[in-house]
């Protein structure tokens, strides 16, 4: 039994640094013909998640006093993983993607927004993980713009007909986190649109400091408009890619979200685990370039988590009631900016 419920994305990551290489991938050339039919984001069923039509799996979530004042965007990470499966992009409609999304990614990850805004979750035809093993060359290329392709459409459909102005979150990890990149630099980056940015979390993948042209880091708790961003791993352990993936990368303190390099347990406000409780003073971090080392958590089953390095599965997990309360901050902060700018 694993502590968390991403095993998806913890099964890749365990198996890939017990090969070391990529020959295990199933795999063929791309091609145009193969690729899972598009969704349409006029109709629900192309969406996990929309406000009006949660699934149940969010019901049971504790509803905070918030009247919904905001949007949030969340991009799901990779999960199409099995080294078995030789597609280059997932099939929404499969059934078994579909569950996997809510179950693995919605119910683990989105959640910790849902009290800061109405949620908003699209279906994407993401890149299976092979890519990030070795260079697939054009294959790759062509698969990763159908996944973007339709993160960029879900978007530009979410903004012309359920946004209605309202400021925005965009919540990400991983594979969606280098979408939401693209998408910050195409829509929001010295765009119009940069003035109803309240905050871009961008989990789970390297984010330098310079990435985008007007929208930096946040530095403090209750800042808006730029973005925070952190790698977990295992504290006082570098991951063999370190200068390649990580170095270099903005690691907020997603505990005091400030400039503070190490937290106190006293401080951390919890983690949700397998049992999906949550677990308040459960572990304290060291910000390091690039890699925000994380203690080994006070959990049921902690012995499992000691045996793991790289906590990159759990990322969001690990500081799901972090997040909740400061998204929920950073909402409130940007409307007392906007009326003390009116």
């Given at each position: 039994m694993k502590p968390f419920l991403l095993i998806k994305t913890f099964v890749s990551l365990v198996y890939l640094s017990s090969i070391g290489c990529s020959s295990a991938y199933q795999t063929m050339k791309f091609d145009k013909k193969m690729v899972p039919v598009k969704p349409n984001y006029?109709?629900?069923k192309s969406w996990a998640v929309l406000p009006g039509e949660y699934p149940d799996l969010l019901q049971n979530f504790k509803k905070l006093e918030n009247n919904k004042k905001a949007d949030v965007f969340y991009i799901y990470?990779?999960?199409l993983s099995d080294k078995r499966i030789k597609d280059w992009n997932a099939n929404i409609w499969s059934p078994s993607i579909r569950e996997d999304v809510q179950q693995f990614a919605v119910k683990n990850q989105g959640s910790a927004w849902l009290n800061a805004g109405d949620l908003y979750v699209p279906f994407y035809r993401q890149v299976h993980y092979r890519i990030f093993v070795k260079d697939y060359g054009a294959?790759?290329?062509s698969a990763w713009e159908i996944a973007y392709s339709d993160v960029k459409s879900?978007?530009?459909?979410?903004?012309k007909y359920y946004n209605k102005g309202k400021p925005i979150i965009i919540a990400s990890h991983s594979q969606g986190s280098m979408h939401a990149k693209r998408l910050i630099k195409e829509f929001f980056d010295q765009k119009p649109?940069?003035?109803?940015?309240?905050?871009?979390?961008?989990?789970g993948t390297r984010i330098f400091p310079d990435e985008f042209e007007s929208i930096q880091p946040m530095e403090t708790s209750?800042?808006?408009?730029g973005f925070v961003s952190w790698n977990a791993y295992k504290i006082n352990k570098l991951p063999k890619n370190y200068m390649d993936w990580y170095k270099g990368g903005v690691t907020t303190n997603p505990i005091s979200w400030d400039l503070q390099k190490s937290s106190q347990l006293n401080e951390h406000k919890g983690i949700v685990n397998k049992d999906m409780n949550i677990y308040p003073k459960s572990l304290r971090v060291e910000v390091n370039d690039g890699i925000?080392?994380?203690?080994?958590?006070y959990?049921?089953?902690r012995f499992l988590l000691s045996l793991i390095h790289n906590y990159h599965f759990a990322d969001i997990n690990l500081f799901w009631k972090d997040i909740e309360l400061n998204a929920i901050t950073r909402v409130d902060a940007w409307y007392k900016k906007k009326s003390d700018e009116n």
């Amino acid at each position: 039994m694993k502590p968390f419920l991403l095993i998806k994305t913890f099964v890749s990551l365990v198996y890939l640094s017990s090969i070391g290489c990529s020959s295990a991938y199933q795999t063929m050339k791309f091609d145009k013909k193969m690729v899972p039919v598009k969704p349409n984001y006029s109709e629900s069923k192309s969406w996990a998640v929309l406000p009006g039509e949660y699934p149940d799996l969010l019901q049971n979530f504790k509803k905070l006093e918030n009247n919904k004042k905001a949007d949030v965007f969340y991009i799901y990470p990779t999960l199409l993983s099995d080294k078995r499966i030789k597609d280059w992009n997932a099939n929404i409609w499969s059934p078994s993607i579909r569950e996997d999304v809510q179950q693995f990614a919605v119910k683990n990850q989105g959640s910790a927004w849902l009290n800061a805004g109405d949620l908003y979750v699209p279906f994407y035809r993401q890149v299976h993980y092979r890519i990030f093993v070795k260079d697939y060359g054009a294959s790759a290329a062509s698969a990763w713009e159908i996944a973007y392709s339709d993160v960029k459409s879900a978007f530009q459909y979410y903004l012309k007909y359920y946004n209605k102005g309202k400021p925005i979150i965009i919540a990400s990890h991983s594979q969606g986190s280098m979408h939401a990149k693209r998408l910050i630099k195409e829509f929001f980056d010295q765009k119009p649109l940069q003035e109803k940015l309240i905050a871009a979390y961008l989990i789970g993948t390297r984010i330098f400091p310079d990435e985008f042209e007007s929208i930096q880091p946040m530095e403090t708790s209750d800042a808006v408009g730029g973005f925070v961003s952190w790698n977990a791993y295992k504290i006082n352990k570098l991951p063999k890619n370190y200068m390649d993936w990580y170095k270099g990368g903005v690691t907020t303190n997603p505990i005091s979200w400030d400039l503070q390099k190490s937290s106190q347990l006293n401080e951390h406000k919890g983690i949700v685990n397998k049992d999906m409780n949550i677990y308040p003073k459960s572990l304290r971090v060291e910000v390091n370039d690039g890699i925000l080392w994380t203690s080994l958590p006070y959990v049921p089953r902690r012995f499992l988590l000691s045996l793991i390095h790289n906590y990159h599965f759990a990322d969001i997990n690990l500081f799901w009631k972090d997040i909740e309360l400061n998204a929920i901050t950073r909402v409130d902060a940007w409307y007392k900016k906007k009326s003390d700018e009116n």
